[in-house]
């Protein structure tokens, strides 16, 4: 469907995969308050994740830096604010998701000064 004109995309179920257009690279795309549908997996670059929530933490997959990998949608420069994830993967590289497995720990299992 690729029909990245909107930019924004607010309130409303989305089957992610139906919005990658050919090249896979979601850019500048907002999402507020939607449900983001798999199966898929992300690989985020520069991108914001605000309040958002996950199936679990085991949606995490490591990547190797500098490597390229099909069947993955990259997104950049995307913000997700208030989104819920339902079967949606994301993969980065160590830093990415160090990062975001801080950020999904429940607040009683993150160890001060991270």
Known sequence: MSD????????IPIH????AP?????????????EIIGPAVLMPRNCEFRSC????????WTVEPG???IGAIAVDDC?????R???????????FVRMMTEQLAPPETQQPGF
Do not use: M
Request: net charge negative; with cysteine.
């Open 22 to 34: 050919p090249n896979d690279v979601l850019v500048r795309v907002t999402f507020e308050s939607c």
């Open 85 to 95: 994830f339902r079967r949606v993967g994301l993969a980065g590289i160590d830093d």
């Open 67 to 69: 490597r390229y990998y």
């Open 4 to 11: 990245q004109a909107a930019k924004l995309y607010r309130d």
């Open 79 to 83: 913000l997700f604010d208030r989104c």
């Open 53 to 60: 929530e996950f199936d679990s933490p085991r949606i995490l």
């Open 16 to 19: 992610i995969a139906d919005l």
